[in-house]
């Protein structure tokens, strides 16, 4: 199968500050990549769609300026946490597609102190 | 937006048990996939089956559609401890990349 690298895989940040969350296709090129929300015990929350060389597109309630998108190649994504709050603590997982099929990270537990 | 409902939302079985967890969808789909996410990690995608399949095998997994009653079903033969996992269903419109996972059905193995 696709592998897809997400770092880091846990991040601790103070109130107020941004956090960078990379997600890579390594072995593939991903037009297309998704951001997800997963709280605990639930199922995953789609935020956005990422595609390469264009802005990407928020579902419904996503608050594009607290969630910044960056598809700047076919290999990576990266999602920027802008001044994190403690509601914002929660598990990001990120996805390439490979049409139909999905590859995933391996998440990263994001912490608001 | 979830499309999915699994259920049960939780099994717990004896190792060697058979475990089957359901899936039901709204609309029509592509395709339908299953996933399982180990606790604290990403998604592992296990098996795709198409709008035009019944069914398909990979090792012990055994994945049934029924496009007519909207469902799904995943059979986990003869499970072991490793299986301990939570597993999601995942349906894909036509023409579309978007996957819309099920809430999931969380399934512990005991040794």
């Known amino acids: 199968g696709a592998v897809v690298s997400q770092h880091p895989s846990w991040v601790i940040c103070k109130s107020g500050t941004s956090v960078k969350i990379e997600c890579r296709s390594l072995d593939f090129q991903a037009t297309t990549m998704f951001w997800y929300r997963q709280f605990p015990k639930q199922s995953l929350m789609l935020m956005a769609t990422?595609?390469?060389?264009?802005?990407?597109?928020?579902e419904q309630g996503v608050e594009k300026d607290k969630f910044l998108i960056n598809h700047a190649s076919l290999t990576l994504s990266t999602l920027t946490v802008t001044s994190a709050h403690p509601e914002d603590s929660s598990f990001y997982i990120c996805s390439a597609s490979r049409f139909p099929e999905a590859f995933f990270g391996q998440g990263t537990r994001l912490t608001v102190v | 937006s979830q499309q999915g409902e699994e259920d049960p939302q939780a099994l717990s079985i004896q190792e060697g048990e058979n475990a089957t967890m359901n899936c039901s969808y709204k609309?029509?789909?592509?395709?339908l996939q299953w996933y399982r996410q180990n606790s604290g990690r990403g998604l592992v995608h296990l098996i795709l089956?198409?709008?035009?399949?019944r069914e398909k095998h990979s090792g012990r997994l055994r994945v049934t559609l029924d496009t007519s009653k909207k469902s799904s079903s995943l059979l986990i033969t003869a499970s072991r401890a490793a299986d301990t996992a939570s597993y999601f269903c995942?349906?894909?419109?036509?023409?579309?990349?978007?996957?819309?996972f099920g809430a999931g059905t969380t399934v512990t193995v005991r040794a």
């Open positions: 089956i198409r709008s035009n399949e």
């Open positions: 609309t029509s789909i592509n395709n």
């Open positions: 995942a349906t894909q419109l036509i023409n579309d990349y978007k996957l819309s």
């Open positions: 990422s595609n390469e060389g264009s802005k990407a597109t928020y």
